[in-house]
């Protein structure tokens, strides 16, 4: 057997979340790979909105075991209140969840490091969501960090204690940040608690004998590709490598191990935060789209910036993935518009290019847009692709044409019913 890959391919937020909800009756297990509590994954059923942070999307149901593997970075306070808001739904935790001893622990002061930092960069900021991601990916290749393992070592308080002090040190340089770092300790130790009641384990052996059983797994990515510490927008990404390799060093399979790679992205595109977005629309349009999808961060309720389609981010990240397969989400908000447009390449100095550029931040970059006919009507209620407008059809021919990938999947609304089949 072969671990699948579902991850996003524009700057996040791209309904990943509802897709591994869909597909997980086909899995065994649904494995997390990267990532922290910055992500916001989005489910609907039965009437009911959920949203993850650091639990995998396929919790809600009860055969399938969700693993949250070493390559993501997990806060215990955030993780706690997250089981609270499961409870309700008699989640057997025990049998249905399991964490890698090897995944790294959030501390408080790295959320104060974030903030500090964030503050002193000013105008200049990267626009992160201030969850202490990036200062505990730092302490993980700095060699520094406490896993979810150290929390069973006889000497995890004095472990605690070392690394704490290393931070306090540092913020001492921040003169005018201010904090209350015993406000912020209860609470964690008293969700590290709550931590040692789940069941631990060594990913890379567990899934890698879970395949040597023919049990199937679909790895779930976070955030976007765009966001990716290498391939990304950089400076303006997020602390961890989000594309199909990522998959590899997260949860300890090998590259010869990975099967589908299932690329999510939405009929336009968003970001939310800081960074450059070639085919922003500042106009009553992206406004209108905004308000139309309800483009607001589901982590950090922030409005996202929206935009057209653009094929040559696009392509890049269908390249840098191996995506297999496509879907497509949030057909339905386009039903507003008679005609929409997607970018088809960019003009850079006079000059047509179609290879995403190595730095766009400081590019003057002028989108070139092709024109095509909307089909300007409500989708929520479509219930089969066949009976889908003709112009919404010729729509993912373009697409597919252009990307040379097939779209699987269309969603046409929030819910895990809204959801078509190619």
């Not at 997390?32 to 999307?57: C, D, M, W, Y």
């Not at 483009?295 to 390249?319: H, S």
Request: hydrophobic fraction near 40%; glycine fraction near 10%; charge should be negative.
């Amino acid at each position: 057997m072969k671990v699948d890959v579902l991850l996003g391919l524009q700057w996040g937020d791209e309904g990943k979340g509802k897709i591994v909800d869909v597909l997980t009756p086909s899995y065994d297990i649904i494995a997390r790979f990267q990532g922290g509590p910055n992500a916001g994954h989005t489910l609907e059923f039965e009437g009911i909105k959920h949203v993850l942070h650091t639990i995998p999307s396929g919790i809600f149901h009860p055969k399938v075991i969700n693993l949250v593997g070493n390559g993501v970075v997990i806060d215990p306070v955030v993780f706690r209140a997250e089981l609270d808001k499961l409870k309700p739904f008699n989640i057997d935790f025990s049998t249905r969840l399991l964490l890698s001893r090897k995944a790294h622990l959030i501390l408080p002061t790295h959320k104060l490091l974030d903030a500090a930092s964030e503050h002193a960069k000013g105008k200049d900021k990267i626009g992160s969501t201030l969850k202490g991601i990036g200062p505990t990916y730092m302490d993980k290749t700095g060699r520094n960090g406490l896993r979810v393992g150290d929390i069973f070592s006889p000497n995890f308080l004095e472990k605690y204690r070392a690394l704490v002090e290393k931070h306090e040190g540092i913020l001492m340089h921040h003169k005018d940040f201010t904090y209350d770092l015993a406000a912020l300790e209860q609470p964690w130790f008293d969700a590290i608690e709550v931590l040692k009641t789940l069941p631990t384990v060594d990913s890379e052996h567990y899934l890698n004998d879970a395949l040597q059983n023919g049990k199937k797994v679909l790895a779930e990515g976070a955030q976007g590709t765009m966001l990716d510490i290498d391939f990304g927008t950089y400076p303006f990404v997020t602390s961890s490598n989000t594309v199909t390799a990522g998959t590899c060093t997260g949860l300890g399979i090998a590259p010869t191990k990975i099967g589908a790679v299932i690329g999510i992205f939405k009929a336009y595109c968003t970001r939310v935060g800081s960074g450059p977005f070639p085919t922003e629309l500042t106009d009553a349009v992206g406004e209108l789209i905004r308000k139309e999808g309800n483009e607001f961060g589901a982590t950090t309720g922030r409005p996202r910036r929206c935009g057209w389609l653009d094929l040559v981010q696009l392509r890049y990240a269908i390249m840098v993935n191996g995506v297999t397969e496509l879907a497509m989400m949030k057909s339905d908000v386009l039903g507003i518009f008679e005609r929409i447009n997607v970018c088809t390449h960019y003009l850079i100095n006079g000059e047509k290019i179609t290879n995403f550029p190595y730095d766009v931040t400081d590019l003057d970059i002028e989108p070139i847009y092709e024109q095509l006919e909307g089909w300007h009507c409500d989708l929520t209620d479509l219930d089969t692709y066949a009976s889908a407008p003709a112009p919404l059809k010729s729509y993912v021919d373009y697409l597919e044409a252009q990307l040379n990938i097939p779209i699987r999947v269309i969603s046409v609304g929030p819910d895990r019913k809204q959801t078509l089949h190619n």
